[in-house]
T-cell receptor, first 111, second 113 residues
């Protein structure tokens, strides 16, 4: 059983398009996160939601909008995609303050 | 959250113990030491965490110095599948904690046959 799943695994799109990445966790966790790993392999937190409420927003451009329809889902919508958005995006979940479980990642390529 | 310093890369022979050091000289009293690893292109994986006592689980052991300014992750019998980037992270645990993990560059461990 997959604990944290993301779709799609790969996403190739043109500059200027709008795209979404979906994340689901079946661990019953209260908190979910989005991280971005750039080409230099640095992993950086983007957002965190606790019980559908935004608790971390790390100065991410407002073209990025997370949406949490329920505790088990945290989707990431990106408007007007730019070349610099190309990266691997990881979703994670945890109990409050607990260890985080990461999804397999979504590799986004913007052409 | 306090900052950590790790060697950029290390090699280890298969079957031998891998000892990965981490310096966290500015760690606060309520900050835990966490270790995660990232096997090529996969999501990071939790390994172990501790506050001041040494910890052991099925994956690894964590040795924290008495002054808590440094720690060592030990993989007792490294296999080729342990080749990964290992991240040492310090963070506050529990309520009031935003939960974010601040990843540094990590240590790339190469296990060789």
């Amino acid at each position: 059983d997959t604990a944290v799943s993301q779709t799609p695994k790969y996403l190739v799109t043109q500059m200027g398009n709008d795209k979404s990445i979906k994340c689901e966790q079946n661990l019953g966790h209260d908190t979910m996160y989005w991280y971005k790993q750039d080409s230099k392999k640095f992993l950086k937190i983007m957002f965190s939601y606790n019980n559908k409420e935004l608790i971390i927003n790390e100065t991410v451009p407002n073209r990025f909008s997370p949406k949490s329809p329920d505790k088990a889902h945290l989707n990431l919508h990106i408007n007007s995609l730019e070349l610099g958005d190309s990266a691997v995006y990881f979703c994670a979940s945890s109990q409050v303050g607990g260890r985080q479980f990461f999804g397999p990642g979504t590799r986004l390529t913007v052409l | 959250d306090a900052k950590t310093t790790q060697p950029t890369s290390m090699d280890c022979a298969e079957g031998r113990a891998a000892n990965l050091p981490c310096n966290h000289s500015t760690i606060s009293g309520n900050e835990y030491v966490y270790w995660y690893r990232q096997i090529h292109s996969q999501g990071p994986q939790y390994i172990i965490h501790g506050l001041k006592n040494n910890e052991t689980n099925e994956m690894a052991s964590l040795i924290i110095t008495e002054d808590r300014k440094s720690s060592t992750l030990i993989l007792p019998h490294a296999t080729l599948r342990d080749t990964a980037v290992y991240y040492c992270i310090v963070r506050v645990l529990g309520s009031g904690n935003t939960g974010k993990l601040i990843f540094g560059q990590g240590t790339t461990l190469q296990v060789k046959p």
